[in-house]
């Protein structure tokens, strides 16, 4: 008779709490790799086995972080809408290394779920492995490929409503602090920060455009003061990079939102953590759906087509980091 996760978290004398999100393989800032270890090391000489008929789809964060704020809020989305069709959801954190390449190979070849879900810093070897596979899939918030389902937020609009929102607030020189420009997404919200100040009428300054493949907001800001370009307000591409601005605008004894405003897109735990909380714009969870939803439907229809959709229902959360601009 198989051990329960009630009994292996007595034997170890911790959580059942935490016995649960490590044999579910959830992401958890909080367990020590430690514990971790001991729980599967107990869990395998217990005879502990999962004893479960629901039909299962991977969530795969590729070279992020398995805690990444970013992906957190997409994840419990995803879960919420596949226990409504009977699904588990099961997570993988993949990195770019042969180990995990071979790690993710064999689990798709043993078929141990029906579809999955592929999000992250995702790049054409992965995309290769699991196309060859034959899983159902669908890439999410990753660069668009020919042959590939792919659902994508429809970056440049968000991106220029964002800044267009700035500008009617009386700010001028509104910065874009962006990721790497490699990705099509971030080069998609590069486009509607343009188009904003050209529908708007006013003119482009490429100076006030700053890029970081590791996404900080901080050194963002630093390179800002070193190049000394003004600015009052910047439309940051994710909340990551919004977090890390307000915290060098802080530590330099400028006030937000009364002498720079900022805007995130997106929304994660950090928006709650900040202070103030931020302001951000962001794709409304029922459209976030969609994407667990296509996967269902491809999993359902076997012959169902490949396509890109793109997710444009955008909701606007207020917080404490935009502020009307009042001219000197």
């Known amino acids: 008779m198989s051990v329960t996760k009630k009994e292996i978290a007595d034997h170890l004398g911790i959580s059942r709490a935490a016995v649960s999100m490590v044999l579910n393989n959830a992401?958890?800032?909080?367990?020590?790799?430690?514990?971790?270890?001991?729980?599967?090391?107990?869990?395998?000489?217990?005879?502990?086995?999962?004893?479960?008929?629901?039909?299962?789809?991977?969530?795969?964060?590729?070279?992020?972080?398995?805690?990444?704020?970013?992906?957190?809020?997409?994840?419990?989305?995803?879960?919420?809408?596949?226990?409504?069709?009977?699904?588990?959801?099961v997570f993988l954190n993949i990195k770019s290394t042969p180990p995990d390449y071979q790690m993710l190979q064999s689990f798709l070849k043993e078929r141990e779920v029906a579809g999955v879900i592929v999000t992250g810093d995702v790049d054409t070897p992965v995309m290769d492995l699991i196309e060859d596979s034959g899983v159902p899939s669908i890439f999410y918030s990753v660069m668009y490929r020919e042959g590939l389902d792919v659902v994508i937020p429809d970056f440049r609009s968000l991106t220029r409503e964002a800044t267009?929102?700035?500008?009617?607030?009386?700010?001028?020189?509104?910065?874009?602090?962006?990721?790497?420009?490699?990705?099509?997404i971030h080069m998609k919200g590069l486009d509607g920060y343009k188009e904003a100040f050209e529908e708007m009428g006013l003119p482009f300054d490429k100076s006030l455009v700053q890029s970081s493949k590791e996404e900080d907001g901080y050194e963002m800001c630093t390179?800002?003061?070193?190049?000394?370009?003004?600015?009052?307000?910047?439309?940051?591409?994710?909340?990551?990079?919004?977090?890390?601005?307000?915290?060098?605008?802080?530590?330099?004894?400028?006030?937000?939102?009364?002498?720079?405003?900022?805007?995130?897109?997106?929304?994660?735990?950090?928006?709650?953590?900040?202070?103030p909380p931020l302001t951000t714009l962001g794709i409304l969870d029922s459209e976030k759906e969609k994407v667990i939803r296509r996967l269902i439907e491809k999993i359902q229809q076997k012959d169902l087509p490949n396509e890109i959709n793109y997710l444009d229902a955008f909701e606007w959360r207020e917080g404490g980091t935009v502020s009307f601009h009042r001219l000197k």
């Not at 086995?49 to 398995?66: M, Q």
């Not at 929102?165 to 990705?183: D, E, I, M, W, Y």
């Open 27 to 89: 992401p958890s800032s909080t367990i020590s790799q430690e514990t971790r270890d001991r729980i599967l090391k107990a869990a395998k000489e217990l005879g502990y086995r999962e004893v479960t008929a629901s039909p299962k789809i991977g969530y795969i964060l590729y070279n992020r972080l398995n805690n990444d704020p970013r992906y957190m809020m997409d994840l419990k989305v995803t879960e919420e809408i596949a226990s409504e069709f009977g699904y588990k959801v």
């Open 164 to 184: 267009k929102q700035l500008l009617s607030l009386n700010h001028r020189k509104v910065a874009f602090l962006t990721g790497g420009l490699h990705f099509m």
């Open 223 to 275: 390179r800002l003061q070193a190049l000394e370009i003004e600015y009052t307000a910047a439309v940051c591409s994710n909340t990551i990079i919004q977090f890390g601005a307000i915290q060098w605008l802080k530590e330099h004894g400028i006030t937000v939102p009364a002498e720079v405003s900022l805007v995130g897109l997106g929304y994660t735990e950090l928006v709650k953590a900040s202070v």
